[in-house]
């Protein structure tokens, strides 16, 4: 059995380990380790391999924590990730928020809860056209919204434009009554939801009318160039790529971009048409474009949601050989090379290697 001691003494507790030391219990819940906490000083007991994950996380949040941030389950679902890889390089976890923005609106502060939140805040700052992939509950289109309410409030914008494609959830809608934007509303409510939680109903309204905010279905975009704007695609996995083309040429002087999606929740007739499994492909080779890729670790909803999205990835796996973590291995070169470690076969003791062969599908 290995040992190893990790000293908290000139830390606040709470801050660290959550109440009731959940902190300390998630990391147990994940690793075969037993982890005490004694006159400032934490104990990790266990086999060497799992030991070893438990203390770069642990060692991961004490860095956080010096630095001010209280600890929060996504923090230690993200310090796991990290440790589990064992090849990034130690304080990741820390120095990943340095320099990342937060925003203070009428009803609420935003900061980023994860490191990748950290760094697609610090994106959507820097870059004129920003892609966010990921699973849901990652903070994708919210995170977009609040920039984009912050660059109107600082006049680096003259208004926010939200677009989602009109594309029905796998089920039929059939005709709906009223006129086109009673029609369109029920496909741009997570629009009014995220706008509503970060001011308030008066304000918001009296800015849909102005043409201040404009929120409309992707199909409205066409023939319209958007100068002084900032513009968000949302669901842009269900667009083709003609619409994605037709969406991204819509930029005028002064205008930013910003394009979520998740790669598993295509709705299209033809997954494979998304125009958001090829952009890559496309604009990949142009450097001022960001690309952001979020993973299950970095959900930020209920702690079931990411429970949920790992328990069909572990589905998709088994039923055509490649996981679907809202990322796709196609999309992001990181989840690439893990993937394509993952399926290198190690020979038996005695038999000679094969630096070659390959698995079978999982």
Excluded: C, W
Aim: no cysteine; net charge negative; glycine share 8%.
């Amino acid at each position: 059995m290995t040992i190893r001691k990790v000293p908290i003494e000139h830390l606040d507790p709470v801050r660290l380990l959550g109440l009731n030391d959940a902190n300390l219990r998630q990391i147990e819940s994940t690793l075969p380790v037993r982890i005490t906490l004694r006159e400032g000083t934490i104990t990790v007991a266990g086999e060497e391999e799992a030991v070893g994950s438990a203390s770069r996380t642990l060692h991961e949040l004490v860095e956080l924590a010096e630095r001010g941030k209280v600890i929060e389950e996504a923090d230690v679902a993200t310090a796991l990730g990290l440790a589990r890889r064992n090849g990034d390089p130690p304080g990741r976890l820390a120095s990943a928020y340095d320099g990342a923005p937060g925003f203070s609106f009428d009803r609420k502060t935003v900061r980023p809860r994860t490191p990748m939140q950290a760094e697609y805040l610090k994106a959507l700052q820097e870059r004129e056209v920003v892609f966010a992939i990921g699973p849901a509950g990652t903070g994708k289109t919210y995170l977009a919204v609040a920039s984009a309410v912050q660059a109107l409030r600082h006049k680096q914008v003259e208004r926010i434009v939200l677009v989602r494609p009109a594309v029905e959830a796998g089920e039929s809608l059939g005709f709906l009554p009223g006129d086109m934007q009673e029609k369109v509303d029920p496909y741009l409510r997570p629009m009014y939801d995220a706008l509503a939680d970060l001011m308030s109903y008066d304000k918001m309204r009296r800015y849909i009318e102005l043409g201040v905010i404009e929120i409309a279905p992707l199909a409205f975009m066409r023939g319209r160039t958007l100068h002084n704007s900032f513009v968000i695609l949302d669901e842009a996995q269900n667009t083709t790529v003609r619409q994605m083309k037709m969406f991204l040429t819509r930029m005028g002087l002064n205008s930013r971009a910003v394009i979520t999606g998740d790669i598993t929740q295509i709705d299209l007739r033809d997954p494979d048409s998304s125009g958001l499994v090829r952009i890559q492909g496309i604009l990949g080779p142009i450097r001022d474009i960001r690309f952001i890729y979020f993973h299950p670790e970095d959900v930020v909803r209920h702690r079931l949601v990411r429970d949920i999205i790992r328990a069909f990835d572990q589905y998709h796996a088994r039923q055509n050989g490649k996981t679907e973590d809202g990322v796709g291995t196609s999309l992001d070169p990181d989840a690439a090379e893990s993937e394509a470690a993952r399926e290198v076969v190690q020979p038996p003791p005695g038999e000679p290697s094969d630096s070659g062969a390959r698995g079978p599908s999982l």
